[in-house]
Nanobody, 124 residues
């Protein structure tokens, strides 16, 4: 059973930084793609970033390019999302997700496994 556990959320001032972590367990993830999604208050869930576990190929939403960096530590089975230059519009619940396969996709429905989410609040 795949388990994804996010951590690292919190309250930060605009312009600040946070690093989210997603600890993955239950599978060998070499053929998986890991993603980060977020759901701002009152809005629909949206894609943030993804990374293929084995090759480390990364993809970003335009809204976070240049500010967020996704990475993974294979030895620790952990995916990270380093967020810098945070803006109030980055306020959301951030979710880690996993899908089998290495094709890039920004569709949440393509991800079979989800974490419980971690709240990020950016104050202006």
């Amino acid at each position: 059973q795949v388990q994804l556990v996010e951590s690292g959320g919190g309250l930060v001032q605009a312009g600040g930084s946070l690093r989210l972590s997603c600890a993955a367990s239950g599978r060998t993830f070499s053929s998986y793609t890991m993603g980060w999604f977020r759901q701002p208050p009152g809005k629909e869930r949206e894609f943030v970033s993804s990374i293929t576990w084995s090759a480390g190929s990364t993809y970003y939403a335009d809204s976070v390019k240049g500010r967020f960096t996704i990475s993974r530590d294979v030895a620790k089975n952990t995916v990270y999302l380093q967020m810098t230059s945070l803006k109030s519009e980055d306020t959301a619940v951030y979710y880690c997700a996993a899908r089998r396969g290495i094709l890039a996709t920004m569709r949440g429905d393509d991800y079979a496994y989800w974490g419980q989410g971690t709240q990020v609040t950016v104050s202006s």
